[in-house]
């Protein structure tokens, strides 16, 4: 369930890279390279800052991303409840410490074929 948009930090790192900066986001647990900020995207039309909530009431917000890295798939393709219709999920842990980073969304059928949903939390950022 889709609970809400963050348009501020969005904002944020799109005048951070129109700036010439760089936003590289990191595990939080072992601080390996998982992300860049250029590979945002919008699903669906929205920010790709959001918030969610699973089916027991835990909230995530998540950044929608068009590639990472150092992660690695630990759960089969998954229908029951996603966030993002007409894609299954993929529990995504960090390929290094195995600490659970977020979901993997793959559907060659559908634009994009496959997107990240990242947990916010779940990351630091570093600059530079």
């Known amino acids: 369930m889709l609970l809400g948009l963050l348009p501020t930090e969005s904002k944020q790192h799109l005048k ?35 918030v969610f909530q699973n089916p027991v009431g835990i909230l995530f917000t998540i950044l929608t991303l068009s590639k990472c890295q150092s992660v690695s798939d630990c759960s089969p393709e998954i229908w029951e409840n996603t966030w993002f219709p007409g894609y299954p999920w993929v529990i995504l842990n960090c390929s290094v ?29 570093a600059k530079g």
């Open 97 to 125: 410490c195995n600490t659970h980073l977020g979901w993997r969304y793959p559907n060659p059928e559908k634009t994009p074929s496959e997107f990240f949903g990242l947990v916010r939390d779940h990351l630091m950022e």
């Open 16 to 50: 951070e890279h129109k700036q010439g900066g760089s936003v590289h986001w990191l595990c939080k647990e072992c601080h390996t390279r998982i992300a860049h900020h250029r590979h945002l995207i919008s699903v669906d039309g929205a920010s790709p800052y959001r």
